[in-house]
């Protein structure tokens, strides 16, 4: 959400619009994704095409951010004729609103990245005063759960462009009869994140951040270490 509306990235339609069935990756059919940007009006609530200089490569499933005036984009997945197959992405892109045209920016990040994937879980969190995206879970070429990258949290900081990974030492699943947690055997494994959700809690005192998932019907607490 910028200060001006909200801002639409890429996206996808299926190929065959005559049929309400939602592809799979490895089915015949077909999605078709786009590299456009609309700007929502937050008053008129009506979409605009946003003037910009070269996109970058079109795409869906893709993770976003917005720290004003920039819009970052980056992985997910790249489909941009029918018959073609899916390229799963690792790239990230810098969008600078302020200028006019607004200008699309290839970013060079340092560190450790996550592989190439597509509907991870992401969201942003300011630590200090600097702003972080945080990545989980998704799917990679392979189409089966990351592994060991499922049990990762990780984060790219804003100002430096550097990926940090961050194992997960627990999980904690729903409270028993008693209201006590119940210790998990193992980590969730995320596919997609359309049914996941995630909040970073802060730290308190000298324990770690915690990570708070909600995969399906099953929450998870988290230590990051």
Not at 11 to 29: H, I, K, Q, T
Not at 33 to 45: A, F, K, M, Q, R
Not at 64 to 90: D, E, V
Request: net charge neutral.
């Amino acid at each position: 959400m910028t200060p001006h509306g909200l801002l639409i990235y890429g996206g996808g339609r299926v190929s065959d619009s005559s049929s309400d069935e939602l592809p799979n990756e490895g089915s015949s059919r077909d999605w078709i994704s786009y590299s456009s940007v609309d700007i929502v009006n937050s008053v008129t609530l009506t979409p605009s095409p946003l003037y910009m200089t070269h996109p970058p490569p079109p795409r869906r499933s893709h993770i976003s951010a917005y720290f004003h005036p920039h819009l970052y984009i980056g992985y997910g997945l790249n489909q941009s004729s029918s018959g073609t197959r899916p390229q799963y992405l690792n790239d990230m892109w810098r969008l600078d609103t302020s200028k006019t045209p607004s200008q699309w920016t290839q970013l060079s990040c340092n560190g450790t990245p996550p592989p190439p994937l597509r509907s991870p879980i992401q969201w942003t969190y300011n630590i200090s005063g600097e702003d972080n995206i945080f990545v989980y879970g998704g799917e990679t070429q392979s189409l089966s759960p990351l592994s060991p990258h499922s049990l990762t949290v990780y984060r790219l900081h804003i100002p430096s462009l550097t990926w940090h990974h961050h194992p997960i030492l627990y999980a904690a699943l729903r409270t028993s009869s008693d209201s006590r947690p119940v210790i998990a055997e193992t980590l969730p494994q995320l596919h997609y994140s359309m049914y996941s959700a995630a909040a970073l809690l802060p730290p308190v005192g000298s324990d770690p951040p915690r990570l708070l998932i909600s995969h399906g019907h099953s929450p998870y607490l988290n230590n990051l270490g």
